[in-house]
């Protein structure tokens, strides 16, 4: 089944993927509490002037609605896996969640990446933001600011998501590691968002982290070989058996 998305918003662009936040947030979850009560506790003016606390505060809810889908990183941040390897993982779940940013990365900036693009400037990114805003199903359009703010923004977070990086207007495109933990994890998202686990090997979320089908082959080939999955391909028939039954259940197993 495929996974609620929220609305595509000008707040979520602009304020990225609040990466520490929400890594700190999650990490003191308490389950039996409501967000408001989550958050109070866990930051208790600690976030820096009370403007900024309201605005986190109202990024995160509009983020996660109601936390349930976002159990799984809920699961792994408090259980203390590190936080490279969960912002990878939190940034494949942001791209089955927010549309336009999965447009962005998975439908232009990966295939530039392919293509031989070193760099991206902001003013590479107005046009393909234009088509994905309109993509998104958007009822008003963006005026000419608004467009360049988005792009901005849109190269913003992916240099915290570490797709990107340097601190000048140009980015460059990260060199990109992945542990075997998260690349289960991430199979485990794919198949509950695809609903079948012969799509793993094919799907564009790979491209988070710049990896082509032949990489994406290869490494489930090398994990089929140390049975960590059960990988079989003949011609276009693909048989993949992942260890759990969806991403709650491999969190819950994945650092125990």
């Known amino acids: 089944m495929s996974?609620?998305?929220v609305s595509t918003s000008q707040r979520l662009l602009r304020k990225g993927a609040l990466i520490t936040?929400?890594?700190?947030l999650f990490q003191g979850w308490?389950?039996?509490e409501t967000f408001q009560v989550n958050f109070d506790r866990v930051f208790s003016g600690g976030l820096g002037t009370l403007a900024w606390q309201k605005e986190v505060k109202a990024t995160l809810s509009a983020r996660f609605g109601d936390f349930a889908n976002a159990r799984p990183l809920l699961i792994l941040a408090r259980s203390g896996q590190p936080l490279d390897s969960w912002v990878q993982c939190y940034s494949v779940w942001l791209a089955i969640h927010e549309p336009l940013f999965r447009d962005f990365v998975c439908e232009w900036l990966y295939p530039e990446y392919?293509?031989?693009r070193y760099c991206v400037r902001t003013e590479d990114v107005i046009d393909p933001m234009a088509k994905a805003w309109n993509a998104a199903g958007k009822t008003y359009r963006l005026s000419e600011y608004g467009l360049l703010r988005a792009a901005r923004d849109l190269l913003r977070m992916a240099r915290e998501l570490r797709i990107l990086e340097g601190k000048g207007p140009a980015k460059t495109f990260?060199?990109?590691?992945i542990d075997d933990e998260v690349a289960l994890f991430v199979c485990h998202l794919i198949i509950e968002e695809e609903g079948t686990s012969s799509k793993v090997p094919s799907s564009n979320l790979w491209r988070i982290f710049l990896m082509s089908a032949e990489r994406v082959h290869e490494m489930l080939l090398r994990l089929h070989q140390f049975r960590k999955v059960q990988y079989h391909v003949?011609?276009?028939l693909v048989q993949l058996a992942v260890p759990c039954h969806n991403p709650t259940e491999y969190a819950e197993g994945v650092l125990t």
């Open 234 to 236: 003949a011609g276009s």
């Open 114 to 116: 392919a293509a031989g």
């Open 3 to 5: 996974a609620t998305r």
């Open 174 to 177: 990260a060199s990109i590691h």
């Open 30 to 32: 308490r389950g039996d």
């Open 21 to 24: 936040e929400t890594y700190r």
